[in-house]
């Protein structure tokens, strides 16, 4: 197995178990996930409603017992839009790609326990999609505009950084052209930051430091404020379930939802440049705690509760990516893949082939602008531009 497809089998792998472990756990808080079970959450386990049918009659979901959620049937779409175009994505790719595939292709909808199109498992931010590009044919670049701002377009952005391996800046400028579509405000700064963290998750030799500054380089506003407040909160703990309390109070001057998660304030989820999704910060602050171990990010994600399937896949993903295929507990995965009825393997497959062919692609896209830069500069600057390797990703780590 090479590098990029280890790392890309962890990201995604990584990420669909993380919202499986964290859809248990989702808009509980801690002390309530430990009275539901008896103490933290440190596996699969059933959901936080036995009645889960009947307890919230409007989201009647089979969360828990390994079921995959929204956050990685999102993931998987946009894997399939790469895998059409084969190349770097945009947001008219939002309306030709992955709309059609949200609302025409049948998947098994685990937490439904049927079959499908994803359009119906959507959150109404997502849904937002289908309305505005579908349905009202809104120009795409800022079809995002009037969203409620949330981690809806983050939670499925790690392909974006698989795509862009090696180059969070990239990563991050690719993202923000994507979800121009879907999200806007601190919610689209988050997608374009969370991949970000994965392309420098995913550089060879990458450590959790490594994460930290791509996130903290290219993060503006409000979300470059909480992740540096919860990431220096995080230092100071190696332990998730210490972590979880001064996380939490690390991050809520930034979060517009407040502390009664069930029941956000009238500011809740409105564009601002002072404010900043909860989900990423607290991940990448549960990685920092981890030292970045798999399994310790993540179950402090689940354990926070809150969006725990989000906070959970987005810790995953840049775990998994940073450890490869072997971070992600195969008895976890197998469950997972398993109780899902999803393969999670094959999309990383496939967007791993997908990353070599863009970066084909862009090499040889430098190659013709570097020719043609060097006859208007007078042949000085061909002889300036560094060879780039054969094949995979270049060696530039993380700026």
Same mark, same amino acid.
């Given at each position: 197995?090479?590098?990029?497809?280890?790392?890309?089998?962890?990201?995604?792998?990584?990420?669909?178990?993380?919202?499986?472990?964290?859809?248990?756990?989702?808009?509980?808080?801690?002390?309530?996930?430990?009275?539901?079970?008896?103490?933290?959450?440190?596996?699969?386990?059933?959901?936080?409603?036995?009645?889960?049918?009947?307890?919230?009659?409007?989201?009647?979901?089979?969360?828990?017992?390994?079921?995959?959620?929204?956050?990685?049937?999102?993931?998987?779409?946009?894997?399939?839009?790469?895998?059409?175009?084969?190349?770097?994505?945009?947001?008219?790719?939002?309306?030709?790609?992955?709309?059609?595939?949200?609302?025409?292709?049948?998947?098994?909808?685990?937490?439904?326990?049927?079959?499908?199109?994803?359009?119906?498992?959507?959150?109404?931010?997502?849904?937002?999609?289908?309305?505005?590009?579908?349905?009202?044919?809104?120009?795409?670049?800022?079809?995002?505009?009037?969203?409620?701002?949330?981690?809806?377009?983050?939670?499925?952005?790690?392909?974006?950084?698989?795509?862009?391996?090696?180059?969070? %800046? *990239? !990563?991050? +400028?690719? $993202?923000?052209?994507?979800?121009? #579509?879907?999200?806007?405000?601190?919610?689209?700064?988050? /997608? &374009?930051?969370?991949?970000?963290?994965?392309?420098?998750?995913?550089?060879?030799?990458?450590?959790?430091?490594?994460?930290?500054?791509?996130?903290?380089?290219?993060?503006?506003?409000?979300?470059?404020?909480?992740?540096?407040?919860?990431?220096?909160?995080?230092?100071?703990?190696?332990?998730?379930?210490?972590?979880?309390?001064?996380?939490?109070?690390?991050?809520?001057?930034?979060?517009?939802?407040?502390?009664?998660?069930?029941?956000?304030?009238?500011?809740?989820?409105?564009?601002?440049?002072?404010?900043?999704?909860?989900?990423?910060?607290?991940?990448?602050?549960?990685?920092?705690?981890?030292?970045?171990?798999?399994?310790?990010?993540?179950?402090?994600?689940?354990?926070?509760?809150?969006?725990?399937?989000?906070?959970?896949?987005? %810790? *995953? !993903?840049? +775990?998994? $990516?940073?450890?490869?295929?072997? #971070?992600?507990?195969?008895?976890?995965?197998?469950?997972? /893949? &398993?109780?899902?009825?999803?393969?999670?393997?094959?999309?990383?497959?496939?967007?791993?082939?997908?990353?070599?062919?863009?970066?084909?692609?862009?090499?040889?896209?430098?190659?013709?602008?570097?020719?043609?830069?060097?006859?208007?500069?007078?042949?000085?600057?061909?002889?300036?531009?560094?060879?780039?390797?054969?094949?995979?990703?270049?060696?530039?780590?993380?700026?």
């Amino acid at each position: 197995m090479s590098l990029l497809l280890d790392k890309s089998v962890g990201c995604l792998v990584g990420a669909a178990v993380g919202d499986a472990l964290g859809g248990a756990t989702e808009t509980a808080l801690p002390e309530q996930i430990r009275a539901r079970f008896g103490g933290w959450v440190e596996g699969l386990v059933p959901p936080y409603h036995a009645d889960w049918a009947t307890a919230r009659p409007l989201a009647p979901y089979h969360k828990g017992d390994g079921h995959i959620t929204d956050d990685t049937l999102m993931t998987h779409a946009l894997v399939r839009a790469y895998a059409a175009k084969r190349d770097h994505l945009d947001a008219f790719d939002v309306v030709d790609l992955l709309v059609p595939d949200l609302i025409e292709r049948v998947v098994y909808i685990p937490d439904l326990e049927r079959e499908g199109v994803t359009f119906h498992r959507l959150a109404a931010a997502e849904r937002w999609l289908v309305t505005r590009l579908h349905h009202a044919h809104v120009d795409p670049r800022e079809a995002g505009v009037g969203n409620i701002v949330n981690c809806g377009a983050a939670m499925y952005m790690a392909p974006v950084g698989i795509v862009n391996a090696g180059d969070p %800046a *990239g !990563a991050y +400028a690719e $993202a923000v052209e994507i979800t121009g #579509a879907h999200q806007h405000s601190y919610g689209r700064e988050a /997608a &374009a930051v969370f991949a970000a963290a994965v392309a420098a998750a995913a550089t060879p030799a990458a450590g959790v430091e490594d994460v930290v500054t791509a996130a903290l380089d290219l993060a503006r506003d409000g979300t470059r404020a909480a992740i540096d407040a919860v990431v220096k909160e995080a230092r100071g703990y190696d332990d998730w379930r210490a972590a979880i309390a001064p996380l939490r109070a690390a991050v809520a001057p930034y979060d517009t939802v407040g502390e009664e998660y069930r029941s956000p304030g009238l500011g809740a989820r409105r564009p601002s440049r002072l404010h900043a999704i909860e989900e990423l910060p607290v991940a990448i602050g549960m990685l920092v705690v981890a030292r970045g171990d798999y399994r310790r990010a993540v179950l402090g994600a689940v354990n926070y509760g809150r969006d725990a399937d989000s906070t959970a896949t987005m %810790a *995953g !993903a840049i +775990a998994g $990516a940073l450890g490869g295929a072997a #971070a992600v507990p195969a008895g976890w995965s197998e469950a997972v /893949a &398993a109780a899902s009825r999803t393969d999670l393997v094959e999309p990383a497959r496939t967007l791993a082939a997908v990353a070599t062919e863009v970066f084909d692609r862009d090499r040889a896209r430098f190659a013709r602008r570097a020719e043609r830069f060097a006859r208007l500069a007078g042949g000085a600057a061909l002889s300036a531009v560094p060879a780039q390797p054969a094949g995979g990703a270049a060696p530039e780590a993380v700026r």
